[in-house]
Each structure stands twice: as structure tokens, then as C-alpha cells.
């Protein structure tokens, strides 16, 4: 792969991973809004689905972007290899790291949303 398409698809990996953490961030102020200032006992499934919905999206659409970064990064081509930034991608376990990490977050906000729900 050339270094032209590699930064092309680089910058569309992360175009696609912030429209999804900027619709992640919407959404989820717009229920914890909803939550803290429109609650009623006869919604309460509904918001509940509504926080699984919503830290699912959160996690899996983060997790397809750093799976998309690991499998570019594994496609680098050789004169970018050696630089610093080359150097410091070439371990995959950093991204593992920032999956882990979302996951728990993202599980964690859905769970005090459900927890307050049902106060």
C-alpha cells in the first residue's frame, strides 16, 4: 500500500469514529436529560432499553474503529514503518487497551442510567 492511500483510509477510519462518538454523545445527553428531567413510572422500560440501545452502539462502533485502525496499521507501508508514529502503532495491544477501557466506561454510564431510572 502506498502512503497516500494509507493516510486516506486512515482519515476515513477516523472520520467514521468521530461521527459515531459525536452521535454516542448526543444520544446519551439527550436520555440522561430525559432521565433526570422527564421520568415517569410508565416509561422506565423503555428508557432502560433506550441505555442498553445506546451503550451498545457506543461500544461496538468504537470497537469497529480501533479494529480498523489495528488491520490499516498491519498494511503500513514500509517508509512510514520506521518513523516515530510507525513505531509506536506497530503494537496492537494499546488499542486493545483503548477498547477495554470504552467498554467499561460505556457499561458503567449505562448502568448508573438504569440505576437512576428505578430510583
Known amino acids: 500500500m502506498n502512503e497516500s492511500t494509507y493516510l486516506e483510509l486512515g482519515r476515513q477510519i477516523s472520520d467514521r469514529l468521530r461521527s459515531s462518538q459525536l452521535a ?6 439527550a436520555l440522561t436529560a430525559t432521565i433526570v428531567f422527564g421520568r415517569g413510572d410508565d416509561v422506565n422500560l423503555l428508557l432502560t432499553i433506550a441505555a442498553i440501545g445506546i ?14 485502525f489495528i ?10 514503518e ?3 508514529i510507525g513505531e509506536a502503532t506497530k503494537n496492537p495491544a494499546q488499542f486493545q487497551f483503548y477498547r477495554a477501557t470504552n467498554a467499561i466506561f460505556t457499561a458503567a454510564l449505562a448502568v448508573i442510567q438504569i440505576i437512576t431510572i428505578y430510583r
Not at 454516542?24 to 445527553?29: G, L
Open 71 to 80: 488491520m490499516l496499521n498491519k498494511s503500513m507501508p514500509q517508509s512510514m
Open 24 to 29: 454516542y454523545f448526543i444520544t446519551f445527553s
Open 82 to 84: 520506521g518513523t516515530p
Open 55 to 68: 451503550a451498545v452502539f457506543g461500544i461496538l462502533s468504537f470497537d469497529a474503529s480501533q479494529q480498523s
